[in-house]
């Protein structure tokens, strides 16, 4: 890399390590909440600021778990699993024209939500925004999708990709803002193999 290209990385990396720490205390009481939705009520927020098991304090003490959140957090589910949602794009007139464009658009995003089964990423959603209180989706276009348009292949359509992206991947500038649009900035932070960063960017990556 080029040192300007090592220098917009360093800061990078940095913003990123600041937003990461900034947001340890949410994460933690995510982790929290996961722990108690598989059973393990006997797990607490230490000192360390890590997730422990708290051991018994005593002989007699009972270890002998009820769990009454994942029941409750199936039910939620399964309520919201029944809600249908399903966008639809309104005339902005009665003109024939706006009515015609507007059932046309409702059908093109209705095949997007088809094309990335975005029910299921939808269901999976409910179940991050439970726990967590929060899920993202991110909508972006690829260029790799869609029909060929030459003989080798190398030249694509391209299509719409909705991908469902779990909060621990997240980072905005400020967690105290609620409203995504007010946000300077987003990073979102995934792990990639090294095959799959040499086949996105072209670069190979020691892991």
């Known amino acids: 890399m080029s040192e300007k290209e090592e220098r917009i990385v ?7 390590k600041k937003r990461q720490e900034a947001r340890r205390a949410v994460e933690l ?9 598989v059973g393990n009520q006997f797990a607490q927020i230490s000192s360390k600021g890590d997730i422990e098991e ?15 959140i994942a029941p409750i957090l199936e039910t939620r589910l399964a309520k919201l699993g029944r809600v249908k949602a399903k966008a639809q794009v309104r005339p902005a007139t009665a003109d024939d ?3 015609a464009s507007a059932a046309l658009a ?13 029910s299921s990423q939808l269901a999976l959603a409910n179940t991050w925004s439970e726990i967590t209180g929060s899920a993202f989706f991110k909508i972006t276009w690829d260029a790799q ?4 348009l030459d003989a080798e292949g190398k030249i694509k359509e391209g299509d ?3 991908a469902l992206c779990p ?3 997240i980072f905005p500038e400020d967690i105290a803002i609620t409203d995504i649009d007010k946000q300077s900035s987003i990073i979102h932070a995934k792990v990639l193999t090294e095959q799959e960063v040499k086949s996105i960017w072209g670069k190979e990556v020691k892991g």
């Open 10 to 16: 360093a800061d990078v990396t940095a913003d990123f």
């Open 29 to 37: 009481n995510w982790r929290l909440n996961m722990n108690f939705v």
């Open 54 to 68: 708290s051991g018994k304090e005593y002989f007699w003490q009972e270890r002998e778990v009820f769990n009454h």
């Open 97 to 99: 024209d706006d009515v």
């Open 106 to 118: 409702s059908k093109l995003i209705d095949a997007v939500c088809k094309e990335n089964d975005f």
């Open 145 to 148: 999708k869609g029909h060929s």
């Open 160 to 162: 719409v990709t909705i």
């Open 167 to 169: 909060p621990f991947e």
